[in-house]
């Protein structure tokens, strides 16, 4: 069974500019969330959406969005980006049923920016 | 909303020592308890998590952590640290509306 896949896995920007990155969850996985994961924060939620639609949202700026296709692929974008904008974006998808399900993590995509 | 801490951002321990990494939650309801590992450049991965079964959960790696509601923790241990182990740990809950609160992680230092 594969696992979460990020696209892609480190990029570098310079402010001002816009970003997209793309996750592919676990088969039959309908949830998928993003978490921006940086040094002394820990990892923030920034959204989660489940059947296409944004069911839970973290606390970030509008320049971050998000959205997911009917396959349950998800993209999220980042505009305008700024210096405090690198980090690492974490994926996860889950599976529950019942309310036991674990979140399966991707890899991440490593975003720098100048 | 509900939240976690994990105390000590950085645990160091000598190869063959007993692992011990806290973790304490604010639940009003029964939660479900997760602890996460990550090695560098990687994304999560569960080691083990708490739902409502035994109290004593056994994951993967040799790692086990127990529930103790009256003290709202979920301590991860290990009997005997190995090089391997060095990563960073992060204890979670989620509630029922699946939403996920971590821990600011915990950096474990195995030394030779």
């Known amino acids: 069974k594969a696992g979460v896949t990020q696209t892609p896995r480190y990029l570098i920007k310079t402010r001002g500019q816009q970003v997209t990155l793309s996750c592919s969850p676990i088969?039959?996985?309908?949830?998928v969330s993003w978490y921006q994961q940086t040094p002394g924060q820990g990892l923030q939620f920034l959204f989660e959406y489940f059947s296409e639609t944004q069911r839970n949202k973290g606390n970030f700026p509008g320049r971050f969005s998000g959205r997911q296709f009917s396959n349950s692929r998800s993209e999220m974008n980042v505009s305008t980006l700024e210096l405090g904008d690198s980090a690492l974006y974490l994926c996860?998808?889950?599976?529950?049923?019942?309310?036991?399900?674990?979140?399966?993590f991707g890899e991440g995509s490593r975003l720098t920016v100048l | 909303a509900q939240s976690v801490t994990q105390l000590g951002s950085h645990v160091s321990v000598s190869e063959g020592a007993l692992v011990l990494l806290r973790c304490n939650y604010s639940s009003s309801v029964p939660p479900y308890l997760f602890w996460y590992v990550q090695y560098p450049n990687q994304g999560l991965q569960l080691l083990l998590k708490?739902?409502?079964?035994?109290?004593l959960v056994k994951g993967i790696n040799g790692f086990e952590a127990e529930f103790k509601k009256s003290e709202t923790s979920f301590h991860l241990t290990k009997p005997s640290a190995h090089m391997s182990d060095a990563a960073e740990y992060f204890c979670?809950?989620?509630?029922?509306?699946?939403?996920?609160?971590f821990g600011t992680g915990t950096s474990l230092t195995v030394i030779p």
């Open positions: 996860a998808s889950n599976g529950r049923g019942a309310n036991t399900g674990e979140l399966f």
């Open positions: 088969s039959g996985h309908r949830s």
């Open positions: 979670a809950v989620s509630d029922p509306g699946n939403q996920f609160y």
């Open positions: 708490y739902t409502s079964a035994a109290t």
